[in-house]
């Protein structure tokens, strides 16, 4: 069953507005916030057991105490560049609710001591970027942001940064090159953008639903969110499920949620056929098969378990008219266009990945091109500098093995064992 924390307002046109986000209790989690100790939000934030939203689920409360103590400027920058296929809840949240998104950050920016925060918004999100600047000019003049907020002593600056479409600059050192006015490209770790970041300075980098989950913890206590979630993964979750199912869109859902339920039940059920498969959480989680659906639950350890993982909670469903070598080739395309050319495994990699799979559909594949697939991605793995080469890697070495006879018929015989002689809907 959906529980709306976050999401509870957002059929309220008028929440958008200062003045309605106010009339829902806005704004007085931040006044509770400059009643505490910026340590105690800290600690409060770790006790929650919240985990990053943008993909990787790094305990959030850990990463700010891994911000130095040696008196430099602390940057927050709020990741809003929601590059992964199928990923559509922050843009949601952005519009919705943008004082939402604002209100975490200052929470969380008064907490870790930063004076300065930015939210990098991915160019094509053009509306939500007008939505979030009219909503900072309103929190401006109502004195929440700038100098001495809610006279609290506290000053803080926030300013919207537009990307220009990379999928690379929603990598956080990638994204700090490109806000820093540099190419948007990767930088190896360490040192981690919480120690040496933005301009070199120490650095949080968040999604933004991992921002705005932490009103709802300041709000009712670590305790009270954990009430919501498992032991491991706390609290709630938003989870975009676009493909094959009646009622696509963004669902609010305690983590842990059975994933068939989310299927059959918020979502409408399958449309169009018989469940197939599914990507968990963006085109960088591999793929799960029906059988696996009905036994996996939506948390952080029960897809890590299958070999998958929960990633950025974006669902993509697939009934049994789609043909995984199709599949295979959009994402492996995505990933070729978007890998930024500085590692070679990743540059050259994502190219023979996209080739090797295309030949398999203009008939130039033999079978052995199967298995030297499954070889490339292997050596794409842990030896780059982001996490993008085993992004474009992990998608082939769950659809190969899950569904090589797939792949086989197609070379046999020339065409698809799904979708038969038909062109497929998903050529690039
Ligand atoms: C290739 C690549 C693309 C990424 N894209 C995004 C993104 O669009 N949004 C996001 O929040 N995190 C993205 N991340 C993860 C960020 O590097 C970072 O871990 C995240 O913003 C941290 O926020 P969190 O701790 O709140 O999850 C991406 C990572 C990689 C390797
Ligand atoms: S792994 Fe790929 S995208 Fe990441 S830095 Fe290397 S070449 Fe660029």
């Not at 809840?89 to 975490?104: F, N, S, T, W």
Request: proline fraction near 4%; glycine fraction near 12%; aromatic fraction near 8%.
């Amino acid at each position: 069953m959906e529980v709306k924390i976050l999401t509870e307002h957002y059929s309220d046109d008028n929440y958008r507005s200062l003045d309605g986000y106010k009339a829902k209790g806005g704004y007085e989690t931040l006044k509770k916030a400059f009643s505490m100790k910026p340590e105690d939000i800290v600690a409060e934030v770790k006790a929650s057991g919240l985990r990053g939203r943008g993909g990787a689920g790094f305990p959030t409360g850990v990463k700010w105490g891994f911000l130095p103590n040696n008196g430099e400027p602390r940057y927050l920058l709020c990741n809003a560049d929601e590059g992964e296929p199928c990923t559509f809840k922050d843009r949601m949240m952005m519009e919705k609710a943008p004082h939402q998104l604002i209100e975490g950050m200052i929470i969380s920016a008064f907490a870790i001591g930063s004076h300065k925060s930015y939210i990098y918004i991915r160019g094509e999100y053009v509306y939500a970027a007008k939505v979030l600047e009219k909503a900072i000019k309103e929190a401006y003049d109502a004195g929440l942001l700038g100098k001495n907020i809610m006279g609290s002593g506290f000053d803080h600056d926030l300013d919207v940064y537009r990307g220009a479409g990379a999928y690379i600059c929603g990598e956080e050192t990638g994204m700090i090159s490109s806000l820093e006015g540099k190419k948007g490209q990767p930088k190896l770790k360490p040192p981690f953008p919480a120690v040496q970041g933005y301009l070199a300075k120490p650095t949080i980098v968040n999604n933004v639903e991992t921002l705005a989950a932490v009103i709802p913890i300041i709000r009712d206590g670590a305790a009270a969110y954990r009430k919501n979630g498992t032991e491991k993964s706390a609290g709630t979750k938003l989870f975009s499920v676009a493909g094959d199912v009646n009622k696509p869109g963004n669902y609010e859902v305690p983590l842990g949620y059975k994933m068939i339920d989310l299927i059959n039940n918020e979502c409408g059920g399958v449309k169009g056929g018989k469940l197939k498969a599914a990507i968990p959480g963006g085109t960088s989680a591999p793929i799960i098969t029906a059988e696996e659906i009905e036994k996996a639950t939506l948390d952080y350890e029960c897809l890590a378990e299958m070999g998958t993982m929960l990633g950025s909670g974006s669902i993509v469903i697939m009934n049994d008219t789609r043909c995984m070598v199709d599949m295979m080739k959009v994402i492996s395309h995505f990933y070729h266009h978007e890998s930024c050319g500085q590692c070679t495994p990743c540059r050259e990699g994502t190219g023979w990945l996209h080739k090797l799979v295309t030949s398999v559909i203009t008939g130039q594949a033999k079978l052995t091109d199967i298995d030297l697939l499954c070889e490339v991605a292997n050596k794409m793995k842990g030896r780059t500098i982001c996490a993008l080469s085993d992004a474009a890697a992990l998608p082939v070495l769950g659809i190969v093995p899950k569904f090589r006879d797939e792949f086989e018929f197609y070379i046999k015989e020339g065409y698809s064992k799904v979708r038969g002689k038909s062109h497929g809907q998903m050529h690039h």
